[in-house]
């Protein structure tokens, strides 16, 4: 296992040249946004150059595919970062980090968490989609990770979970650093079964929470710059080369009193957008995309003395670490090795005379589950299953392409472990929720009732996902759920076996 370094001492020309030239170790390669008046001396041996990363929604990416590199650039990259004697690397993570593929999520974050002790992570702020599998699957990373989860504002029946913390503190240079996390205001996307007893507190009982842990690491910890790692951020699409200068009322998830004195730097996640934006008392807010996509970074010139400090933030694409010319470390290959040595799902079993588009899976999934149901519970509920379907999202690369597909692809764009049920249901709610429903994310199969045809006060039966099924505005009751643990991405594995036989 990689050890970290120590701190060597920057030399006084070393410092100077730095601070003259205004150059960014986040990334020797490129060129860098942002910065202002740090008030530091440039004579002054008593500066520390510190590099901030973030990854942030990876979703367990972790070997190349089609559209984007694995974490083996990724992790050559960042190990030759720690070889720089003139740098001080800090990596954390602001959230969902495992959910999302077949190497990772077949092991419920396992892997992920090992490849992330290996790369020396300082911190990981827990995301909606560490949730995917319920609060069960935290507990035991949480005992493997060689960091702490960060959650300040999450509560499972009323206290922290055993899995996760307020904040932790590293050390840098002389310079002691405290991060604190959050997730965001995204319970809600959590299916409801594993919901349990969960709270995130948000708005102003976050803000309190946050002031209160800043505070504490200030005066009782020493810390002289504070992080705060959160998982929420912009929707909004923003040009990542450029700082944007945002007011209050343009971030609704972040209180921008925490910038007053609390909090120096933000890294955010969920919305996988990219961009760099400086609130209204000067802190930088960064988010690099998702899956893969770049990496957050920023520049700490601190004085140890003054503690006047500089921020430069930099988004570094993946083109940037994924380079061709950049050596693949052959610890992803090892990990890969040890959590996928019986790997059935690079196995071919279609093959697709045309790409198969989000829309294209939609409109043949409801049919599916239609089918399923009725092939297990059409004798019990004979003429009684009247819709099937519900919420249907498709992730990244959103499409199977043509020629050859594998279980791993489908997995891919269909990551969710949400059973498919035969739920009970009021007319009421079929006819609101489902039939009329307004939501471009419900795709169902209807083939024998219409709204019209509903009569509210009757009782019908539907097959859709748990987590549509879970979702307490639709109002349905679990009957049973399919055999076998077979979820949307097997019944499209099945059906596309069937059609597209690849012999």
């Not at 005992?143 to 050390?171: Q, R």
């Not at 970074?297 to 570094?316: G, H, M, Q, S, W």
């Amino acid at each position: 296992m990689m050890k970290r370094k120590f701190f060597k001492l920057i030399t006084l020309i070393l410092s100077a040249a730095f601070l003259a030239a205004g150059l960014a170790a986040c990334d020797d390669r490129g060129t860098t946004t942002g910065g202002g008046d740090d008030g530091t001396d440039d004579d002054d041996t008593s500066i520390a150059l510190l590099s901030f990363y973030a990854v942030n929604d990876l979703h367990g990416k972790f070997m190349d595919s089609e559209d984007q590199p694995g974490t083996d650039e990724l992790t050559t990259y960042f190990k030759d970062l720690y070889a720089d004697p003139a740098r001080e690397e800090i990596l954390l993570s602001s959230g969902d980090m495992w959910q999302g593929t077949v190497e990772s999520s077949t092991n419920r974050g396992a892997l992920m968490t090992e490849w992330m002790n290996e790369l020396d992570f300082v911190s990981m702020t827990l995301g909606n989609h560490e949730y995917d599998w319920g609060a069960d699957a935290l507990l035991p990373n949480s005992e493997s990770a060689e960091f702490p989860f960060l959650a300040i504002n999450v509560t499972d029946g009323g206290v922290m979970p055993a899995y996760c913390k307020a904040s932790t503190v590293v050390e840098k240079a002389g310079v002691k650093i405290g991060i604190i996390g959050a997730i965001g205001d995204c319970l809600s996307s959590i299916s409801g079964e594993f919901q349990g007893g969960l709270q995130f507190a948000t708005d102003d009982a976050l803000t309190k929470m946050v002031k209160k842990e800043a505070t504490r690491l200030r005066d009782e910890e020493d810390c002289d710059f504070i992080v705060y790692s959160i998982h929420e951020g912009f929707e909004d699409t923003y040009a990542s080369k450029d700082v944007h200068d945002v007011e209050q009322a343009q971030i609704p998830y972040y209180d921008v009193s925490l910038s007053d004195g609390y909090v120096d730097l933000v890294f955010e996640a969920h919305t996988h957008q990219r961009y760099i934006l400086r609130d209204e008392h000067g802190v930088y807010h960064l988010q690099g995309g998702g899956e893969n996509d770049a990496v957050s970074c920023a520049d700490v010139v601190f004085d140890r003395e003054t503690k006047n400090y500089k921020v430069t933030p930099k988004l570094i694409a993946n083109d940037v670490y994924g380079r061709a010319d950049i050596d693949d470390d052959p610890i992803v290959e090892t990990l890969y090795d040890k959590y996928c040595a019986d790997d059935p799902y690079a196995n071919v079993i279609a093959r697709l005379p045309y790409t198969m588009s989000s829309s294209d899976v939609y409109n043949v999934l409801p049919e599916l589950y239609y089918e399923a149901g009725m092939a297990q519970w059409g004798e019990t509920q004979p003429n009684e299953i009247v819709l099937a379907g519900g919420f249907l999202r498709l992730r990244s690369p959103y499409k199977l392409y043509a020629g050859q597909v594998t279980y791993a692809d489908i997995f891919s764009v269909l990551p969710f472990d949400n059973a498919i049920i035969l739920g009970r249901i009021s007319g009421r709610y079929l006819k609101s929720q489902f039939l009329n429903s307004t939501n471009r994310d419900y795709h169902i199969y209807a083939p024998s009732i219409s709204a019209s045809s509903v009569s509210e006060s009757k009782t019908y039966y539907i097959v859709v996902d748990s987590y549509t099924a879970y979702y307490k505005y639709n109002h349905i009751t679990e009957i049973a759920r399919l055999d076998g643990k077979r979820y949307a991405r097997d019944l499209l594995a099945d059906y596309l076996h069937k059609t597209y036989d690849p012999s």
